[in-house]
Structure formats: structure tokens, C-alpha cells
């Protein structure tokens, strides 16, 4: 079976951590519409901060009305015609501000990725608000199935995340992850508990993952970036 190229890209620490540290989205957005992707992967948690989640009353009302967000002054050259699919996994229906996420100017559909243990309840809030899903694993959604059906499907040929490093370990350890572009910003996370880049659920069987370094820049700030293919 197919599956699109998928490619995770973040800014980090110097540690490695992605929270913690004082770097804006905005150059890490602009670099990261740059390149075309078929679809964004995006966090469930990530994907909250789209804006706040419907009320109960909105909920089983027809929901907010949110007005288009306009283009971020800079970034007009960005928006592509055919836009991106924003996918996010979410098997625990946490995800209750679509309207919000769609309002945004990148995204040209919603598409959740849920498993068998979502409730149907949250199957019937996707429905109403024009989300279709795809239904794989039976915890959490199994990635490299959902990948499958967005290439078969959708016609989903490459994946951009933008995600934390559990999503990202969950990738990395069903071997889907075929790129990895950094920001490594010129600083230490001051956060002992910063989140880091991965977050493995097991351990690799091979030890560990050697990439190929395919591109470096150094960016203004003394900040590098840094993309590596396995
Ligand atoms: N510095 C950066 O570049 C950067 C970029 C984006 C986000 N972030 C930060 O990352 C933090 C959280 O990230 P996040 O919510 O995007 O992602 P995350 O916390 O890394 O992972 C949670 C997501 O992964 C899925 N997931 C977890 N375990 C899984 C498994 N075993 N199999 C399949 N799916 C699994 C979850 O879906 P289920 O609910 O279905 O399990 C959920 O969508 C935020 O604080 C955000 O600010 C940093």
C-alpha cells in the first residue's frame, strides 16, 4: 500500500526542546508554507489553540459564526491553490473548534483521524460541521493506515507536521517519518520540563535513526536551518 511522503518540521532549542524558549510562530510558519505539502498534520492540543472550543449550546445549535481569518501581511504568496488538507488525529474527540480551524486561510477541508474507541457522539459533531474522518486502530489511530487511506482516498501525496514530539515519536516508531526540518534557535529551553523534539513510546529496535543531512541555511538571527532525509 501507498503512503505519502511525510515530513516533520519544528523549531527547537539548541536541547532540543520545543517549548521553553522564546521564538515566535511567525518565521516558523512562513518557512514551513514555503514548501507545498498535500496536507498538515496537526496535533490535537495544537490544533485547540485554532481558537476556543464551542459551547454546549453552540454545539448542538449550528455553531459559531467565524468570519475568515485574513492572510498574515507577508504571507499572500503562500496561499496556493489547491490549499492544504488540515488532518489531526484525535481519538478522544478533543478537537470542538473546527470552525475556528477552517476559518483559517491555509486549510482548504477538515479531515479527523479517530479510532474505535471515539465516541459517536464526536463522529456526529464531525459530520455536522463538514469534517469527514478516517476511522483506523483501535486506541489510538494507526498512523500508518490513516496515512494509507489519506494517499488512496484524498489523494494526499506529502504531510507537513506541525505537532509535538509524542505525535512525532508515534510516527517515528511505525518507520513513517521520511524527513525531519529543524529551526534550532540559538538558545537553551528554560524549562526543565520542556517537551523535546520526540517523544518515543518504545524503543527503536535498531537504536536509533540515522538521517542524512540534505540542506543547511543560517538564518538572521543565528538560528540554523536544518533538513535531514532518512
Ligand atoms: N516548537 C514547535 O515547532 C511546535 C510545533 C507544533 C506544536 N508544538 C507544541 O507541541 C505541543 C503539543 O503538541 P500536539 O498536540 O500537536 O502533539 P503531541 O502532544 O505531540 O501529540 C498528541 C497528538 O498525537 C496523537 N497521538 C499521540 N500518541 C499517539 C499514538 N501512539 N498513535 C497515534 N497518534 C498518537 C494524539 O492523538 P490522540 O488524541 O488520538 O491520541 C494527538 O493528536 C503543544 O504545546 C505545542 O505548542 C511545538
Redesign the pocket.
Known amino acids: 500500500m501507498a503512503r505519502p511522503r511525510v515530513i516533520v518540521?519544528?523549531?527547537?532549542s539548541l536541547d532540543g526542546r520545543?517549548?521553553g524558549f522564546a521564538?515566535g510562530p511567525v518565521r516558523?510558519y512562513r518557512l514551513g508554507f514555503r514548501w507545498r505539502s498535500d496536507a498538515i498534520l496537526?496535533?490535537?492540543?495544537?490544533?485547540?489553540?485554532f481558537g476556543p472550543p464551542e459551547s454546549t449550546e453552540e454545539q448542538a445549535a449550528g455553531g459559531p459564526d467565524v468570519a475568515p481569518v485574513p492572510v498574515h501581511p507577508g504571507f499572500e504568496e503562500l496561499v496556493e491553490e489547491p490549499r492544504a488538507l488540515l488532518v489531526?488525529?484525535?481519538?478522544?474527540g478533543?478537537v470542538r473548534n473546527w470552525r475556528h480551524a477552517l476559518a483559517q486561510p491555509w486549510y482548504r477541508a477538515g479531515i479527523a483521524?479517530?479510532?474505535a474507541t471515539?465516541p459517536a457522539e464526536y463522529l456526529d459533531h464531525l459530520t455536522r460541521r463538514g469534517v469527514d474522518h478516517v476511522l483506523t486502530?483501535a486506541d489510538?489511530?494507526?498512523?500508518a493506515a490513516a496515512l494509507e487511506v489519506l494517499h488512496d482516498r484524498h489523494g494526499v501525496r506529502s504531510v507537513r507536521?506541525?505537532?509535538?514530539?509524542?505525535?512525532?515519536?508515534?510516527l517515528v516508531?511505525?518507520g513513517l517519518v521520511d524527513e525531519i526540518a529543524v529551526?534550532l534557535s540559538p538558545c537553551l529551553a528554560g524549562r526543565p520540563d520542556a517537551?523535546p523534539l520526540v517523544?518515543l513510546?518504545r524503543p527503536l529496535t535498531d537504536g536509533g535513526l540515522p538521517l542524512r543531512l540534505v540542506e543547511t541555511a543560517q538564518l538572521d538571527d543565528g538560528a540554523l536551518w536544518l533538513r535531514y532525509e532518512r
Open positions: 518540521y519544528n523549531q527547537v520545543l517549548e521564538a516558523y496537526v496535533g490535537s492540543a495544537t490544533a485547540q489553540a489531526v488525529p484525535d481519538s478522544r478533543r483521524l479517530v479510532s471515539t486502530g489510538h489511530v494507526d498512523l507536521t506541525d505537532a509535538g514530539g509524542t505525535l512525532t515519536g508515534a516508531a511505525a529551526i517537551a517523544r513510546p
